[in-house]
């Protein structure tokens, strides 16, 4: 299978126009153009992913975050970008992501994450940005909320902002850093909303607003790699779809 017929495939579901313009998507390093029979999926392109590609003798890698967002004004081979560049040329090995395509688009990250903790009819929640989701669970208390949501993604711990004694039936989701959606949470009536990366002074501001937001890191965009995989293993049966087993989550629990 050429890698090219893969990724007009993907595209098809998550065209590489609906980026935002900040954004970096699309190849990253190599050439599509050749036959693929191993493509390794994964959340980050790291050291020690493209280490797993090289063991694994993939030829493609498939990403959620971009190797690059930013033009390399050098590839020194000695720095830890450099490194991977030189390694993924010298081993044949192209690198394609999808980023906000993904996340925007629909069946992307915000569906599959509105549907993992069960909002039923899930709807657009920022109409500005084109991102998040809404929608509507079974009344239950916040701390059996949050406990659930532990459970589902694995999660240690959460950061918890505002109150803790609400009952939650609207719930608000967006992946990544998405706390600049709070404000279309809160039109939306969301008892709490759920993102990564809240800042000190933006935690601040959901206080004075009323609201409660749940900061669950980056992390749960995991779920990027196995539906992503199962949807190329449908389609391309004959190609071997591998995910990553390198957790790339920067954050430990102490």
């Known amino acids: 299978m050429n890698a090219v017929d893969i990724i007009k495939y993907f595209e098809t579901h998550y065209p590489t126009e609906l980026a935002y313009e900040w954004d970096n998507v699309g190849l990253q390093v190599g050439t599509l153009n050749h036959k693929t029979e191993r493509v390794l999926v994964t959340l980050d392109v790291t050291k020690e992913v493209v280490k797993e590609a090289i063991q694994k003798k993939v030829n493609l890698i498939l990403s959620h975050h971009p190797l690059m967002f930013k033009p390399m004004q050098n590839i ?43 909002i039923q009819n899930p709807k657009l929640m920022d109409e500005v940005d084109n991102i998040g989701r809404y929608g509507s669970i079974e009344k239950v208390p916040f701390q059996f909320f949050v406990q659930n949501i532990k459970q589902l993604f694995d999660l ?48 601040l501001d959901a206080i004075q607003l009323g609201m409660t937001l749940l900061d669950v890191g980056h992390h749960i965009e995991i779920i990027f790699v196995e539906s992503v995989r199962q949807m190329l293993l449908k389609q391309f049966p004959d190609v071997e779809f591998i995910a990553s087993e390198i957790d790339t989550n920067p954050y430990k629990p102490y």
């Not at 490194?83 to 069946?107: C, E, M, P, R």
């Not at 998405?178 to 800042?199: E, F, L, N, P, W």
């Open 76 to 118: 020194v081979f000695d720095s830890p970008k450099g490194w991977i560049v030189k390694n993924l040329i010298q081993h044949n090995i192209a690198v394609y992501s999808a980023h906000t395509n993904f996340d925007v688009a629909d069946g992307g990250m915000n569906d599959l994450l509105a549907a993992k903790i069960g």
């Open 156 to 203: 240690e711990h959460v950061k918890v902002i505002g109150r803790d004694d609400r009952d939650v039936s609207i719930v608000g989701i967006s992946g990544g850093s998405g706390s600049h959606h709070m404000y279309a949470a809160k039109k939306r009536g969301c008892d709490v909303y759920i993102t990564g990366d809240i800042t000190y002074h933006t935690a």
